[in-house]
């Protein structure tokens, strides 16, 4: 959730641009849907233009999405007006002070879709969403991992982001990512088959009661 110039920038190409995998999304959806009650409380970080919160919202009695984007959040609350969703609540703030606004053991699910790579310090932010959740509650990850596999890419998203036409992006692989949300506090890693690329990972994990 770093940059949030970068993001600003390209909120409304964003916002128009479709989904690139719908089938892997719609999957993901029902996934992460299937671990809502209609009393839980939903917590989407990096949540961009609301698209996750909004198809979460019939599931449950609250979703909250946060975004460091100003801009981003603007669109996702005037989605949220023009469908008259009214049990989903947008919040402008990055990791940290963002989600100091949240009570310790106050969810029943957070969701970082499209966010872990782009968060500079992964494990601080994967223990602060653990101390957020009820115990119980799950945590739901969808994380790009590059692991660096091309030599020039590490370079050239470096000057991309001097340039200003990239945002920090971490690579890692998929085995790090879940030891680090596991050394986070969360058990029963599992990685539900939703049809992303490789070199997507898809976690769902929980806080132990």
């Not at 940059?3 to 089938?23: H, K, L, S, T």
């Not at 968060?119 to 991992?145: E, I, N, W």
């Not at 692991?147 to 992006?169: C, D, E, I, N, Q």
Request: proline share 5%.
């Amino acid at each position: 959730m770093a940059d949030p110039e970068f993001w600003n920038g390209i909120a409304e190409r964003y916002a128009r641009q479709p989904v690139a995998n719908p089938q892997s999304f719609e999957r993901k959806i029902d996934v992460t849907a299937s671990l809502i009650g209609q009393h839980s409380v939903v917590l989407d970080i990096g949540c961009g233009t609301g698209s996750l919160a909004l198809r979460l919202a019939p599931h449950a009695q609250a979703v909250h999405g946060l975004d460091a984007s100003s801009r981003m959040i603007d669109i996702a609350r005037q989605k949220a007006a023009t469908e008259q969703v009214r049990n989903v609540e947008f919040h402008l703030g990055a990791l940290g002070a963002g989600l100091s606004a949240f009570a310790d053991a106050s969810l029943d699910v957070v969701c970082a879709y499209s966010l872990l790579h782009l968060v500079t310090d992964r494990p601080a932010a994967l223990r602060q969403m653990h101390r957020l959740l009820k115990p119980g509650g799950y945590f739901v990850s969808s994380t790009t991992c590059l692991g660096w596999s091309w030599p020039l890419l590490k370079p050239v998203l470096r000057t991309m982001r001097w340039l200003g036409k990239a945002p920090h992006v971490d690579g890692f692989d998929s085995q790090r990512l879940a030891r680090e949300i596991r050394d986070a506090g969360f058990v029963d890693l599992r990685q539900p088959d939703v049809g992303a690329k490789r070199s997507i990972a898809f976690i769902v994990a929980r806080r132990p009661v």
